[in-house]
């Protein structure tokens, strides 16, 4: 999480023992896709509280491992997984067929990234009870690479049949918005704290025997 070592780890111990929960309960195999996802969550907030350990201290190895991993799942990972994890569990042809086309600008913003990172790194320091991660030259992540990271996170909540994924879109959009706002120069830390709020609510509908529609 955003504010503090204890409260990352807490949120990881908490999204990782939910996910745990939703897996070996659920009872549709398609869910347990959607059941990963606090997991994921889960790892992505202990990486945080790693970097909250050692951003002031001489340990620079466990600072990388905690950062690097961290920024894998924002601009890696969630661009790929969510399409996927939607694509996955969609039952109608037309909205299965946008989906796929929404993993496109996923795949191109992930790769996008990765050579970004590799090129230029990243720096983490804490301010202020947040993280604050620079990336140098990242002007395309202020620009049109937050629409292409948009489309390929948000859209697909929204584009899904699945009952009730919409409100996990809204949460994770209010996020958006309420970071963008109020929290611009810790905007993926935060952003990503909404986002794992919002993965509760996947757990929610993993657990639950609602059924997609057959058409819209």
Do not use: D
Request: some cysteine; overall charge positive.
């Amino acid at each position: 999480m955003c504010f503090s070592a204890q409260s990352s780890f807490i949120a990881a111990g908490a999204l990782t023992m939910l996910a745990s929960i939703t897996i070996t309960t659920t009872t549709q195999p398609k869910h347990k896709l959607l059941a990963l996802t606090p997991l994921f969550f889960g790892i992505q907030q202990a990486c945080e509280g790693l970097v909250w350990l050692t951003a002031h201290t001489t340990n620079t190895m466990l600072c990388a491992i905690g950062m690097y991993g961290f920024l894998f799942f924002a601009f890696i990972f969630w661009p790929l997984w969510i399409p996927f994890m939607t694509i996955s569990i969609e039952v109608v042809a037309q909205r299965k067929t946008l989906l796929r086309v929404l993993y496109l600008p996923g795949l191109l913003f992930a790769l996008t990234a990765f050579v970004h990172l590799v090129i230029y790194g990243a720096v983490a320091h804490t301010h202020y009870h947040h993280v604050i991660y620079h990336i140098p030259h990242n002007t395309y992540l202020e620009t049109s690479g937050l629409i292409i990271y948009c489309l390929a996170t948000l859209a697909p909540f929204f584009v899904s049949s699945k009952p009730r994924l919409w409100l996990v879109g809204l949460v994770i959009t209010g996020g958006l918005i309420a970071s963008y706002i109020f929290y611009y120069a810790f905007l993926v830390s935060i952003w990503c704290f909404f986002a794992a709020l919002a993965s509760i609510l996947i757990s929610w509908i993993a657990l639950g025997n609602h059924t997609a529609p057959s058409a819209r």
